[in-house]
């Protein structure tokens, strides 16, 4: 049984100046609040029961200074115990966005693709023209897809599907549930994943 009624909306102010993230189900009641730390040399995202903050339930956090490699870890907040990890694959994503993600013991379960690479070439064209570049968020809008498995190109197991929705002064992204019949284990992980994947990608379209 799923933790979330899906799809699951992710909306935020493109001008904030750290992102705060609200996660809203199917029917619109708030179950998650994203909120990333500024000023820290080190990505570090909070997540919490609700935009009140009344209680901080995870933590997603990178291995080193702001780097492109850069692995980012998943922790429970309260004990800090690992769940597992979502890294950026290297040369790869300035082709098309391509991230692994780990279990807790570090073993690679899951890589999510961009679905067409064109849009995010689109994308960073369109987005170096004056006054119309402004637009490039109603134009191009990524998506993603979470799959099962260790090799990049087999595209048989899609898990979760993450996209973005036309927007101008606020971005709003939406994860739906391809596979109903996923693990909350495997479904909780991916779900982290697919969080930290919009932190880094949030700038596009």
Known sequence: MPFF????????KLVALAPRVIIRDANGVEQLFLSQRVLKLKEDVRI?????????????RADRIIDFSATYHFLEADTERKLGSVKRKGMRSLWRATYYSDDANGQQTHHIKEDNAWTKVGDALFSEIPVVGMFSGYVFNPSYTTYRGTDRNDESQPIMRLHKTPSFFESTYVIDLVN????????LRVLLALFMVVQLERRRG
């Open 5 to 12: 009624r899906y799809p699951l909306s992710m909306n935020f």
């Open 180 to 187: 109903p019949n996923v693990p909350e284990d495997e479904e």
């Open 48 to 60: 919490y029961n609700n935009s009140q903050k009344e209680r901080e339930v995870f933590k997603l």
